[in-house]
């Protein structure tokens, strides 16, 4: 059972009593000092997360089937629970978080693990919660990598509106997708709109998985830009896509999975070429603003 909000505070104060009265080093003491508090945050596209955590070290132990048991609850830290707080809405792994704080708990296992968010963040470590239909479950897979001393939460990866989040130990690292709400307008004027309106015939660099000719297709919905290709940008995402405003005459896809907006990709780059208010060529870019694919306007507004 969940400890209530009166015990949890009291069990605090009894561990900062315990703290003060044991002044000679001993094994509490070497604890606090072995997992010193640690945070980290990031704002994606107007929203912000935030994490909080101990951060123990390794110092030789044999960690996750050791130290951290095989299919048991534990949070990704020590102290406090480690706590996940976003001011916005956001999906991890593609499942929705709502606005708020929460404690964090993980399912160490030899292949994929379980990542919760049970919003009671103030929770000790040992006090591990059950298992409630408010808290939010997500599948994550470890991977390997280089050895790292002290747990570390961290963002390797932040691109616009979405990022990765990780939590490493060891040579153990977990990775989680974030997506965030965009924040940039679709809608369009419809004088606009016309300039891209048709098909545009595509010549496609090869060796990147995608055909080497492809068609184009743009046209208007709802007061937007839609684009179609006759294959997906990723694997996953639906075929059609809005053309979501970049710059003068450049868009980002915004790309759909399950018929709900999904990312944008900043990655990728649509840039018309229009004179006379007429798109009548257009170049696909990558990162960095590498073209992979041009292309030709065939079919009329």
Same mark, same amino acid.
Not at 74 to 88: I, K, L, Q, S, V
Not at 193 to 221: F, H, K, M, N
């Given at each position: 059972?969940?400890?209530?909000?009166?015990?949890?505070?009291?069990?605090?104060?009894?561990?900062?009593?315990?703290?003060?009265?044991?002044?000679?080093?001993?094994?509490?003491?070497?604890?606090?000092?072995?997992?010193?508090?640690?945070?980290?945050?990031?704002?994606?596209?107007?929203?912000?997360?935030?994490?909080?955590?101990?951060?123990?070290?390794?110092?030789?132990?044999?960690?996750?089937?050791? *130290?951290?048991?095989?299919?048991?609850?534990?949070?990704?830290?020590?102290?406090?629970?480690?706590?996940?707080?976003?001011?916005?809405?956001?999906?991890?792994?593609?499942?929705?978080?709502?606005?708020?704080?929460?404690?964090?708990?993980?399912?160490?296992?030899?292949?994929?693990?379980?990542?919760?968010?049970?919003?009671?963040?103030?929770?000790?470590?040992?006090?591990?919660?059950?298992?409630?239909?408010?808290?939010?479950?997500?599948?994550?897979?470890?991977?390997?990598?280089?050895?790292?001393?002290?747990?570390?939460?961290?963002?390797?990866?932040?691109?616009? &509106?979405?990022?990765?989040?990780?939590?490493?130990?060891?040579?153990?690292?977990?990775?989680?997708?974030?997506?965030?709400?965009?924040?940039?307008?679709?809608? *369009?004027?419809? &004088?606009?709109?016309? *300039?891209?309106?048709?098909?545009? &015939?595509?010549?496609?660099?090869?060796?990147?998985?995608?055909?080497?000719?492809?068609?184009?297709?743009?046209?208007?919905?709802?007061?937007?830009?839609?684009?179609?290709?006759?294959?997906?940008?990723?694997?996953? &995402?639906?075929?059609?896509?809005?053309?979501?405003?970049?710059?003068?005459?450049?868009?980002?896809?915004?790309?759909?999975?399950?018929?709900?907006?999904?990312?944008?990709?900043?990655?990728?780059?649509?840039?018309?070429?229009?004179?006379?208010?007429?798109?009548?060529?257009?170049?696909?870019?990558?990162?960095?603003?590498?073209?992979?694919?041009?292309?030709?306007?065939?079919?009329?507004?």
């Amino acid at each position: 059972m969940l400890k209530t909000a009166s015990t949890i505070l009291g069990l605090r104060g009894i561990v900062v009593c315990a703290t003060v009265a044991v002044a000679l080093p001993g094994t509490l003491s070497a604890q606090i000092r072995a997992s010193e508090a640690g945070a980290v945050s990031q704002t994606l596209d107007g929203t912000t997360i935030a994490i909080e955590y101990s951060r123990p070290t390794a110092r030789g132990r044999d960690l996750f089937g050791g *130290i951290v048991p095989w299919n048991v609850v534990w949070t990704p830290g020590a102290n406090w629970a480690t706590t996940f707080e976003a001011d916005r809405d956001v999906r991890l792994n593609g499942v929705e978080v709502p606005a708020g704080k929460y404690s964090v708990w993980m399912i160490p296992r030899p292949g994929q693990w379980t990542l919760t968010l049970n919003p009671s963040p103030e929770i000790f470590h040992f006090v591990k919660p059950d298992s409630t239909a408010d808290q939010i479950h997500i599948a994550v897979t470890p991977e390997e990598g280089e050895h790292v001393e002290m747990l570390t939460w961290s963002f390797p990866a932040v691109s616009g &509106d979405a990022a990765v989040v990780a939590m490493s130990w060891g040579t153990i690292s977990v990775p989680v997708q974030v997506l965030v709400e965009p924040t940039r307008p679709l809608a *369009i004027d419809p &004088d606009e709109r016309q *300039i891209y309106l048709g098909t545009y &015939d595509l010549e496609i660099l090869p060796g990147i998985g995608w055909p080497t000719e492809a068609r184009l297709t743009v046209s208007e919905r709802d007061g937007k830009l839609v684009a179609r290709l006759p294959f997906p940008l990723h694997p996953g &995402d639906e075929l059609e896509f809005d053309l979501v405003p970049a710059g003068t005459l450049r868009f980002n896809p915004g790309l759909y999975r399950g018929g709900e907006l999904f990312n944008i990709e900043m990655g990728v780059a649509f840039e018309f070429e229009a004179p006379e208010d007429e798109a009548i060529a257009i170049v696909m870019r990558g990162i960095e603003g590498t073209p992979f694919a041009t292309g030709t306007r065939s079919g009329s507004r």
